[in-house]
């Protein structure tokens, strides 16, 4: 079997899910084109631990982890199973890297894996396992993260990282959802695309300090740093898979580590 590929997509807003944009048409298009994978291995921006986790449950929960949306995204549920011995195997490799693992029972599956994943696979018949990010830790942490699980690609895992390219929450009140990308967003997105088109790994653990206007693009670090797992876990250069924003302020890059 040759390796599953280890993907990074932006997801946006928990309409997602409903919302008439490109990336939801790009999402549920790209279930289909990929290889099956026996497991998706789902690094969420909105788990954000000390240390990694996993969810490790045999049927994890769908988590609605946001308010004041439309009453239909609370009535959704994406009931796919778990995985507890994927769980046990990822946090044996994390361990063997030096780095704590704990694998958590009772995790569900955040709107961060959830809606994406009901676009990608809307029959919900690929088990998932959720692992966590540490936002607190660095870029390079993350980086080692991704090298840790890449294993896993060779065994039937689909490695997903699920954040956003740009994410200046704030901004996203000022704009309309289907308005072109302002400058700043714009500037730091293509200045990413160039560097994981590259596999310039030392830029992008140092984003902070060479990609434009990142801290505005990125007031904290829990939506990028998803992108370093999967690019751990990629390894060298990428493909781009989807452009486009959404709100003007939010790229939806999504990235392929082949």
Known sequence: ?????????????????????????????????????????????????????????????????????PDELYEMTYPAPGDPALAERAAGLIRAAGMRADVDGRRGLDHGAWVPLKLMWPQADVPV??????????????????????????????????????????????????????????????????????GDEPALANYLARGPEARRNHPSPDHYVPLLVAAGAGGGKAEILHDGYTYGVLSMAAYAWN
């Open 129 to 198: 396992v959720q692992l966590s990010v540490q936002s607190r830790l660095s870029p390079e942490h993350h980086l080692a993260l991704g090298r840790a699980i890449a294993p896993l690609r060779d065994e039937g895992v689909l490695i997903l990282a699920s954040g956003n390219a740009t994410h200046n929450l704030r901004d996203v009140f000022n704009h309309d959802i289907l308005e072109g990308p302002t400058p700043y967003a714009k500037d730091f997105a293509d200045w990413l695309t160039g560097r994981v088109l590259a």
């Open 1 to 69: 079997m040759s390796a599953l590929p280890s993907i990074f997509v932006s997801h946006g807003a928990p309409t997602l899910v409903v919302d008439r944009v490109p990336t939801r048409d790009f999402l549920l298009g790209l279930g289909p084109k990929l290889p099956r994978p026996r497991a998706v291995l789902c690094v969420s921006a909105h788990w954000d631990t000390e240390a990694p986790r996993l969810t490790g449950g045999p049927q994890p929960s769908t988590m609605y982890d946001f308010y004041g949306f």
